[in-house]
Antibody, heavy 117, light 112 residues
Framework: EVELVESGGGLAQPGGSLRLSCAGS????????MQWVRQVPGKGLVWVSR????????SYADSVKGRFTISRDNAKNTLYLQMNSLRAEDTAVYYC??????????WGQGALVTVSS | DIVMTQSPDSLAVSLGERATINCKSS????????????LVWYQQRPGQPPKLLIY???TRESGVPDRFSGSGSGTDFTLTISSLQAEDAAVYYC?????????FGQGTKVEI
């Protein structure tokens, strides 16, 4: 059974940093594109970033480009999102997801990131 | 960026009745490489992550009940729940994957 478990969320100050992790199991991690999607509580879904299986191809939403970095360690079956220069508007639940042909077929339970002084 | 607009924002449907959710994209979602539509539907129940329902505009994900169906073409797509069950109370999102950035509709809340 596919399982994705996010960790690393919490409270950060504006301008600060956090690193989210997403541990995958039950599937061939290195063969999958992986995604980060965020959701302000009570609001809609927003795609954040994606990375291909070997980490050589990444994309970002304009709202996080230059501040967030997606990466992966296939030896550890783990996806990361390094978030720098955090802003209040980055406050959200962050989900990692596997993707196949553009569809997000498995999702983690999410990690809450709160940016506040 | 492709804008995805869902309608209505919310709807109340009685048990056993039909629910219809519309999704309109600002550009055609037909992929010229495989002649399929880059349109996906998700269900999100309260406190849960989204769940994949439909991909390619009309293909049900494995394990999804057949009361869920997707249709449409070009820029206009529909998710239909043929006979609403209590567990279908949720927010439904459409999403395109035609080009980066992939974007979602604003969501449609289905209430019983």
């Amino acid at each position: 059974e596919v399982e994705l478990v996010e960790s690393g969320g919490g409270l950060a100050q504006p301008g600060g940093s956090l690193r989210l992790s997403c541990a995958g199991s039950g599937f061939t991690f290195s063969a999958n594109w992986m995604q980060w999607v965020r959701q302000v509580p009570g609001k809609g879904l927003v795609w954040v970033s994606r990375i291909n299986g070997d980490g050589s191809d990444t994309s970002y939403a304009d709202s996080v480009k230059g501040r967030f970095t997606i990466s992966r360690d296939n030896a550890k079956n783990t996806l990361y999102l390094q978030m720098n220069s955090l802003r209040a508007e980055d406050t959200a639940v962050y989900y990692c997801a596997t993707s196949r042909s553009g569809r997000f077929d498995h999702w983690g339970q999410g990690a809450l990131v709160t940016v506040s002084s | 960026d492709i804008v995805m607009t869902q309608s209505p924002d919310s709807l109340a449907v009685s048990l056993g009745e039909r629910a219809t959710i519309n999704c309109k994209s600002s550009q055609s979602l037909l992929s010229t490489s495989n002649n399929k539509y880059s349109l996906v539907w998700y269900q999100q129940r309260p406190g849960q992550p989204p769940k994949l329902l439909i991909y390619g505009a009309s293909t049900r994900e494995s394990g999804v009940p057949d009361r869920f169906s997707g249709s449409g073409s070009g820029t206009d797509f529909t998710l239909t729940i043929s006979s609403l069950q209590a567990e279908d109370a949720a927010v439904y999102y459409c999403q395109h994957h035609s080009s980066v950035p992939w974007t979602f509709g604003q969501g449609t809340k289905v209430e019983i």
